[in-house]
């Protein structure tokens, strides 16, 4: 079985990026996802806010998904669902096995990987204390909450003022449950401020910055955290601690893309966003191999999954009409002062129609910056006035193309 | 009425209980928890030790390096995961040098094959990750690695399934010795034993007590791990020790069978043997320690952190032997490192032991049954896997996105001679939720599967241990009104 | 004078509502801002979004919103009414499940289709 593009993931973007190849012209298109049905992990959001900028509309989290699924049923793009992508090769073959369809070796000109991301443990940061259950990825304890219809806890602690965590204070409170504290480890909050306001503020439920869960207690279940103080440095400070009893901790401390397939595939990874380099069209090290939406970098918003995924569905198309592009010069993005990463990571300049969108975090809450993107001769290409930037909000910048031409060597794109 | 009851399934009563199915004997094994393999044996460095640690002459040593010799064998024929990787213990200064040069000695005492002394340009030539401090290290190429709850729940599978009844939730309160044989209390019925073997790790000076008097005192020591993700598995490919002190074996740096690396342990005396909590200064120990070995260690590929409790005791020996109060109970006390490497070892000597006891040679159970298979679908071919799932479709669809984990591997786990009612005992037999998403995906599925295989309501599924819950409620049965 | 942060968009501006003027906003970037924190303190009001049972689909609830923001002080009487509602596939985005709740216009709707 052979297709000209094979799109990893149906969640929102690899939704758009098959549209999107399809509206180009594309016509052998399929969708390889892993779970039961389409729409990633939408279909667990079931809050409204998405949808805004695509459609200028509030929706909740699956209602934003059935709108492209609907897209979806008007093309001919074949879905395979219940189904897991085992490997890519480097020459893009597709593995893939279901229990519909056994074990299948799929080859496509193009790949687009649209793999999305996954919640970062408690293995990861580390948190001492009891190994009792009771203790819940935010994601996994929404999954419970608005699929299966189930509650994990009555009284609640969570670690991480990430988005989810914050939706999940509404949401478990809303069902009945007490949400006792929301501790978040960095001096700001990780998540919007809209969801601090009607998630948290809300029902009164505290939000402690500078602060972070310093032991776990409970023998089958947990019954007790501590929650101390940290200093600048992040270092639990002796005598701050406070306890809550409490059955339950929800961890909201950070998204990771899953890139596993990315690098058995050797796909080039970026140690900042954890996600494949990619170009203006979101092209993988691999030509013809392109990523999308969370697996490149964690967004916070669904709209800017759509609109990066449409890019590189309409790119993926492109290649299997015309092949890899062959632009001469490469401008390298790197990210200055202030700017933890960028996508893309390097422009094709040659290539580019219009403008260059490029998404990046800052490191820290700032106000009246500008964000300025200078060349490797240190000469300002462009200037964009910020009022207000935070970490927790992924900002993004449009370069057009007449700038980037002037452009002497590589970009830096830097707070200032 | 039974022949031998055996108090604790760990690694050591699996084992005993393993090599016991294989005589014509009437075999109870009772354990307190809700599974197999729960204490010690689920938190440990999973290592096989060569056997140049302990002392010539001991018992120890002469265990440790046979049950090294046997792990091979044993762990192919029950489908366990091992491998041999060898070890290299570290030398970083003169002093160390001189403890190399002790333990050298020692394994060459107790027999160890293939101990080399080595410069510490071969030892980075072998693993290029080590520190530039290294002067020299031991190389000791029969040590290996194992999946310890692995070959723990192989053993005991293999027994029950030869006709040997396991009772678990079933804590042993009291120990009435009537002379011709011993009534057993415990949490679940009381229980007619002509012999028994303590081997409750932990909890073995309890079992004296109950019968006599212990003749040792247990110091639990608690040892807190890293867990590392795949993408760190490679980091060293052998086991890296450093030179053994006082207090143990020191912190390692080993790849795992499962393709993780793991880091750790340190050693802390504490109270209460349940207590298997990490600590901040406990890990900060382990960190600090581990990259003395390897310097670029990245523990932010961490994936887990855990603490297991080791069976410490005032004796620098195991102890196999009938007791001294009541002689038709065989103690199997004071199993610290390296029980687990040892376990092969100690069970075939506690056979002889009990044959002793009893006057008697064992008759050979001509029906016995030996070895286990147990599907892997990701170590499979692609043609095999093509083949495994044509022929059932349960092994098509993947539940554990991490480890690759299949339903069909889910629910042979759960219809096993042993079957798990928590997601950890489905965890420790297919591997689901071992990985780096560390069940946030696969737990709510595995819990699915289990409710559903098991006919038990969704709320009574279990994280481990009982009183881990999972679910505590339905949602839209009022609880906003209350 | 009332301080609060405007949750129209992501943006979470800063806002001034004076009280004693008429509920005059300031320190918003968008018109919308100024409707926000007028009505933030007159009658500030949310969308609610959760689930309800479901009969006859893959998973055992639906999930449903509120077709328009409710009065604040509503949601939890909002909550304890969706105890007792039962949809039934196939189900529609934007079916109404229960009309009218809580003495206002608000509908309860279906946020998904299950067919």
């Given amino acids: 079985m052979s297709y000209d593009v094979i799109v990893i993931g149906g969640g929102p973007a690899g939704l758009a990026a098959a549209v999107a190849a399809w509206d180009d012209g594309c016509r052998s298109i399929c969708i390889v996802e892993r779970d039961r049905e389409l729409g990633g992990i939408l279909n667990q959001c079931i809050h409204n806010g998405f949808g805004l900028h695509h459609f200028k509309e509030e929706l909740t989290g699956p209602e934003y998904a059935e709108r492209f699924v609907d897209l979806l049923k008007q093309t001919g793009v074949d879905v395979k669902i219940d189904a897991m992508v085992l490997t890519i090769t480097p020459e893009k073959e597709v ?38 259950a009771g203790i819940y990825t935010a994601g996994a304890a929404q999954r419970y909450l608005n699929i299966e219809g189930y509650m ?68 089958g279940r947990v019954e007790r955290v501590v929650v101390s103080a940290v200093d600048e440095k992040r270092n639990p400070i002796p005598g701050t601690e406070m306890e809550f009893d409490c059955d339950t901790v929800l961890l909201s401390v950070g998204l990771i893309p899953e890139n596993e397939l990315s690098r058995s595939a050797g796909i080039e990874i970026d140690p900042r966003t954890q996600g494949p380099v990619v170009d203006e069209d979101f092209m993988t090290s691999i030509p013809g191999v392109f990523a999308c939406g969370n697996v490149v970098h964690v967004h916070d918003l669904v709209d800017f999954v759509t609109a990066e995924s449409q890019r590189a569905g309409k790119a993926a198309a492109a290649y299997c009409r015309s092949g890899s592009p062959t632009s001469e010069t490469v401008l390298s993005m790197k990210n200055g002062d202030g700017v933890g990463y960028t996508v893309p990571q390097h422009i094709r300049l040659d290539d580019v129609e219009g403008s260059v969108p490029v998404f990046f975090r800052v490191r820290a809450i700032s106000h009246d910056k500008k964000i300025v993107v200078r060349d490797d001769e240190g000469q300002i290409i462009a200037s964009f006035p910020r009022e207000h930037l935070a970490p927790g909000e992924m900002e993004n910048i449009k370069l057009p193309r007449v700038l980037l031409e002037r452009a002497h060597g590589g970009l830096t794109v830097s707070v200032e | 009425m039974y022949d031998v009851t055996i108090i604790g399934c760990g690694v050591i009563g699996a084992s005993i209980a393993y090599t016991l ?22 938190a440990n460095s999973a290592i096989v030790h060569a056997g140049y640690d302990p002392e010539p002459g001991t018992l120890m040593a002469k265990l440790n390096v046979r049950g090294c010799a046997m792990m091979e064998d044993l762990t192919r024929r029950l489908s366990v995961e091992y ?85 678990l939730r079933s804590g042993v309160s009291a120990i009435r010795d009537l002379g011709e044989h ?72 080993a790849p795992t069978v499962h393709g993780n690396l793991i880091v750790g342990p340190n050693a802390e005396d504490i109270a209460d043997p349940f207590d298997v909590s990490c600590t901040a200064p406990g890990l900060a120990e382990v960190a600090t320690a581990a990259r003395k070995s390897v310097p670029n260690v990245n523990l932010r590929d961490s994936i887990r952190n855990f603490a297991g409790v080791r069976a410490n005791t005032n004796m620098s020996d195991f102890m196999i032997e009938p007791s001294k109060t009541s002689p038709r109970m065989l103690q199997v006390c004071g199993i610290k490192s390296p029980g687990l490497a040892s376990s092969p ?95 946030g995906f696969c737990g709510p599925r595995v819990l699915e599967i289990l409710s559903r295989e098991l006919g038990l309501d969704r709320k009574d599924i279990l994280q481990d241990k009982d009183g881990t819950i999972i679910i505590t409620g339905e949602t839209k049965t009022g609880g906003a009104k209350a | ?45 949310r969308v609610v979004t959760s689930t309800v049972r479901l009969e006859g689909g893959p998973t055992p609830r639906l999930n449903v919103k509120t077709d328009k923001p409710l009065p604040k002080d509503k949601m939890f009487e909002c909550m304890a009414l969706l105890d007792d509602v039962t949809a039934t596939v196939p189900v529609h985005v934007g079916d109404v499940l229960l009309a009218n709740i809580c003495g206002t216009d608000v509908n309860i709707v279906a946020a998904k289709s299950v067919l």
């Avoid at chain 1, 949400?179 to 001096?187: I, K, R, S």
């Avoid at chain 2, 005589?23 to 689920?42: Q, S």
């Avoid at chain 2, 072998?126 to 194992?146: C, K, Q, R, Y």
């Avoid at chain 2, 028994?196 to 005192?217: K, Y």
């Fill in chain 1, 95 to 132: 593995h893939i096995v279901s229990k519909a369809g056994g074990y299948e070796i799929l080859q496509a000109k193009s790949v687009v990987l649209a793999m999305g991301c996954r919640e970062r443990t408690r293995g990861a940061i580390a948190i001492p204390g009891a190994r009792c």
């Fill in chain 1, 152 to 219: 994990v806890g009555k009284r609640v602690v969570i670690l991480g003022s990430g988005d989810i965590g914050l939706i999940m204070a509404r949401r478990m409170t809303l069902e009945g449950a007490k949400v006792l504290a929301c501790v978040e480890v960095l001096p700001y909050s990780g998540g919007l401020t809209r969801n601090i306001v009607q998630c948290l503020n809300d029902f009164d439920i505290p939000l402690y910055l500078s602060h972070t869960i310093t032991d776990i207690q409970g023998k």
């Fill in chain 2, 21 to 42: 199915s294989q005589y014509k004997l009437n075999v109870l094994v009772l354990e307190r928890e809700n599974d197999v393999a729960t204490g010690t044996t689920k």
């Fill in chain 2, 83 to 167: 491998k041999r990787v060898g070890s290299l213990v570290l030398a970083f200064d003169e002093a160390d040098r001189a403890t190399l040069q002790h333990i050298y000695e020692n394994g060459i005492a107790n027999g160890v094959p293939g101990l080399e002394m080595i410069s510490a340009e071969k030892a980075r030539e072998m693993e290029p990750a080590l520190a530039d401090t290294v002067v020299a290290a031991l190389w000791a190429p029969s040590a290996g690695i194992v999946d310890p709850w692995g070959l723990c729940i192989a053993e005991a599978e293999v027994a029950v399934r030869n006709g040997v009844t396991l009772k």
């Fill in chain 2, 182 to 253: 011993y009534e057993i209390e415990t949490a679940s019925g009381t229980y007619e034993s002509r012999y028994i073997v303590n081997c409750a790790g932990l909890w073995c000076e309890d079992i004296c007590n109950m019968t006599g008097g212990a003749p040792f005192t247990t110091t639990p020591s608690r040892g807190e791990y890293y867990l590392l993700d795949k993408s760190s598995g490679n980091t060293v490919s052998r086991v890296i020790f450093q030179c053994p002190s006082k207090v143990g074996k020191g912190v390692l740096v």
């Fill in chain 2, 345 to 439: 070892a100690i069970a075939e000597y506690a056979a002889e032991q009990l044959e002793a006891m009893m006057g008697v040679k064992f008759e050979k159970n001509e029906n016995f049954v030996d070895g286990r298979t147990q599907v892997r679908f990701r170590k499979m071919s692609p043609a095999e896997k093509a083949e495994l799932v044509a022929k059932n479709p349960l092994y098509g669809r993947v539940i554990c996105r991490c480890e690759t984990i299949t339903e069909g591997e889910i629910v042979d786990a759960i219809h096993s001679p042993i079957p798990p009612c928590s997601i950890d005992g489905i965890k420790r037999r297919a591997g689901a939720g071992m990985g780096r998403c560390q069940g």
């Fill in chain 3, 1 to 45: 004078m009332k301080e609060l942060i405007c949750i129209t968009c992501p943006k979470g501006c800063h806002l001034k509502v004076d009280e004693a003027n008429d509920y005059a906003v300031s320190g918003n970037a968008c018109p919308r801002g100024a409707v926000y924190g007028r009505n933030e303190l007159l009658h500030p009001v």
